[in-house]
């Protein structure tokens, strides 16, 4: 385990469901990420939190919304999603740079 | 417009020797450069970082430099090792403090015994 716990390991779901992904991480990290990987493509950066504040938003179609109850908990929330929104989605937290991002094992998401 | 590639896809090296990964980017002027290990189903684990002045930086097998002028990084894995089979990332800092890391698409690397 790496400290950043992702559930579930693996969601499918329809069009026209919605669930959440949840990210947990009890390193004392001040900011916590979502990340998107698709087969084929660089990982790609979705959301940024630092202190529970949102400072980054890639671009990401709404019907990705993020939730950061407090600077342990990342939610991702998913609704009405399409069959290219499948991927690995990927949290992570940092404290400082100089010490990396710590990632958990991610989410196989497959929208059907 | 803003790209980060790494030199192939895949790399096929014989065990022992040394793995050399590139990383290049343009039109970004990081601060700091990072690499990453992948392995199947996992998320990356992060192995070193180097800042824009510091010209190399070392971890037990692991060499990493990093060249602002030629805005490259390169990787290097000596005596390589089967287990050393993975995908690697770089990863740099598109905000230039060091909070919003972007990836590259990775360098698939089979070390044969």
């Known amino acids: 385990e790496t400290g950043v716990t992702q559930t579930p390991r693996h969601l499918v779901m329809g069009m026209t469901n919605k669930k959440s992904l949840k990210c947990e991480q009890h390193?004392?990290?001040?900011?916590m990420y979502w990340y998107k990987q698709s087969a084929k493509k660089p990982l790609e950066l979705m959301f940024v939190?630092?202190?529970?504040?949102?400072?980054e938003n890639n671009s990401v179609p709404s019907r990705f919304s993020p939730e950061c109850p407090n600077s342990s908990h990342l939610f991702l929330h998913l609704h009405t999603l399409q069959p290219e929104d499948s991927a690995l989605y990927l949290c992570?937290?940092?404290?400082?740079?100089?010490?990396?991002?710590?990632f958990g094992s991610g989410t196989r998401l497959t929208v059907v | 417009s803003q790209k980060i590639e790494q030199n192939s896809e895949a790399l096929n090296i014989q065990e022992g020797k040394t793995a050399t990964l590139t990383c290049n980017y343009t039109n970004y002027s990081p601060a700091y450069l990072q690499w990453y290990r992948q392995d199947p189903g996992r998320g990356p684990v992060f192995l070193l970082l180097i800042r824009e002045n510091e010209k190399e930086k070392r971890k037990e097998r692991l060499k990493v430099t990093f060249d602002t002028t030629l805005k490259q990084s390169l990787f290097h894995i000596t005596a390589s090792q089967p287990a050393d089979s993975a995908t690697y990332l770089c990863?740099?800092?598109?905000?230039?403090?060091?909070?919003?890391?972007?990836f590259g698409p990775g360098t698939r690397l089979s070390v044969l015994p």
């Open positions: 390193l004392g990290h001040n900011a």
């Open positions: 939190y630092n202190f529970k504040e949102q400072t």
């Open positions: 990863a740099l800092d598109s905000d230039n403090y060091g909070q919003n890391f972007v």
């Open positions: 992570a937290s940092s404290q400082d740079s100089a010490y990396g991002y710590t």
